[in-house]
């Protein structure tokens, strides 16, 4: 049964529609990919999911319940965290505050402090610069704290988009190996990704964007095989 269900959704932006007539869908407990050069819709799909926009079109079920039109809020609070592009962290804020703010949807105290043991498990440097302020932690370390954010809300299914943007190639392995666990350790994950071999390389299944539309999906493996993938998205 799809955890995640996408049917036929339309957005605009004024007149212009990025989006249109998507469908896809994601099973629990896998990794789905969603590439696509930059401007294909990508991200304002994940907005769309998130509830940070309002499809004109179509609807999004989160197991089995429609959240086409729920604010974001409410939707972080049926088990959904998104990592947003360009990572968003509160600058001004510790790291440790930073956490904190990501279980705001959660009220049992003893739960909330499990999660951050898992979290800076998953992350030691967090947990070192856990009285630093978010502003002066590097590009690898603002991503590890947007996903560590996210995981705060103890989410069923994580959304990233672009968590490898801007980073050194030894960073991009070492957040592609935590995404991994991630989804191990029982979260199902929606990736968006510019860096389709990485992408392909850990997904289950993926599906290809090309201005607003799915062009293409199919097993990640299968797809990595694909002559056209190869071509349009990984360089070969």
Known sequence: MAMLEVKDMEVYYGVIQAIKGVSFQVNEGEIIALIGANGAGKTTILHAVTGLLTPQKGSILFEDKDITKTPAHKIVS????????????FSELSVYQNLKLGAYTRSDKGEIEQTLEMVYKRFPRL????????????????QMLAMGRALMSDPRIILMDEPSMGLSPILVNEIFDIIQSVSEAGTTVLLVEQN????????????VLETGKIVMSGDAKELMNDDSIKKAYLGE
Not at 78 to 89: F, K, T, Y
Not at 127 to 142: I, V, Y
């Open 78 to 89: 049926l088990g959904m965290a998104h990592v947003p592009e360009g990572r968003r962290v």
């Open 196 to 207: 389709a071999k990485k992408a392909l390389a850990i997904a289950d299944r993926a599906y």
């Open 127 to 142: 947990e070192e610069r856990r009285n630093q302020l978010a502003g002066t932690l590097s590009g690898g370390e603002q």
